[in-house]
T-cell receptor, first 118, second 110 residues
Framework: GAVVSQHPSRVICKSGTSVKIECRSL??????MFWYRQFPKKSLMLMAT?????????EQGVEKDKFLINHASLTLSTLTVTSAHPEDSSFYIC??????????????FGPGTRLTVT | LAKTTQPISMDSYEGQEVNITCSHN???????ITWYQQFPSQGPRFIIQ???TKVTNEVASLFIPADRKSSTLSLPRVSLSDTAVYYC???????????FGQGTTLQVKP
């Protein structure tokens, strides 16, 4: 099946620094990718929709200047957490839609990135 | 986006059939119903997707009544490794956005 990777899988950074998380679709093209965050014992919360070649669409309450999203190619989207603070510590998960997939609306999820801000 | 409601938790024993029902009263005409499985500290994994009636694959079946206001995920014979959180989602037709509800935590006991 389709594979989505994320890098890094785990990152620890100091408060005030920025962290970039990559999401790649390995064997298919994805014009649309999605970014989620998940707190312990909670469900996934959609943060934004990443569209190749255009600006991301952010969900209500998500700061676009803090969570910078770039979707520069059909296989790569990046999420940059700027000026990270301890409350940004979370599990960040991306997903991608196969542009030519046969299963409507199926999203392939990455393995997630555990961010810890100290 | 259509909201989904499913039980918070369920318990079962190995070898039993497990049915998880999800309600989505406001489902739109072009919405599909999709179920995902998630293990701790992993991304969700696609289980099955359907629009109406019954869909079956190698791991599960999905039953959708004619009014599409609910759906039931059926796991035929669960094992301990099926212990996970199961999410029922209704996909938004145009954007493909998926809004996750609380999910159902399934605990399979020996």
């Amino acid at each position: 099946g389709a594979v989505v990777s994320q890098h890094p899988s785990r990152v620890i950074c100091k408060s005030g620094t920025s962290v970039k998380i990559e999401c790649r679709s390995l064997d298919f093209q994805a014009t649309t990718m999605f970014w989620y965050r998940q707190f312990p014992k909670k469900s996934l919360m959609l943060m934004a929709t990443s569209n190749e070649g255009s600006k991301a669409t952010y969900e209500q309450g998500v700061e676009k200047d803090k969570f910078l999203i770039n979707h520069a190619s059909l296989t790569l989207s990046t999420l940059t957490v700027t000026s990270a603070h301890p409350e940004d510590s979370s599990f960040y998960i991306c997903s991608a839609r196969d542009s030519e997939g046969t299963t409507p609306y199926e999203q392939y999820f990455g393995p997630g990135t555990r961010l810890t801000v100290t | 986006l259509a909201k989904t409601t499913q039980p918070i938790s369920m318990d079962s024993y190995e070898g039993q059939e497990v049915n998880i029902t999800c309600s989505h009263n406001n489902i739109a005409t072009n919405d599909y119903i999709t179920w995902y499985q998630q293990f701790p500290s992993q991304g969700p994994r696609f289980i099955i997707q359907g629009y109406k009636t019954k869909v079956t694959n190698e791991v599960a079946s999905l039953f959708i009544p004619a009014d599409r206001k609910s759906s039931t995920l059926s796991l035929p014979r669960v094992s301990l490794s099926d212990t996970a959180v199961y999410y029922c989602l209704v996909g938004e037709g145009n954007t493909g956005k998926l809004i996750f509800g609380q999910g159902t935590t399934l605990q399979v006991k020996p």
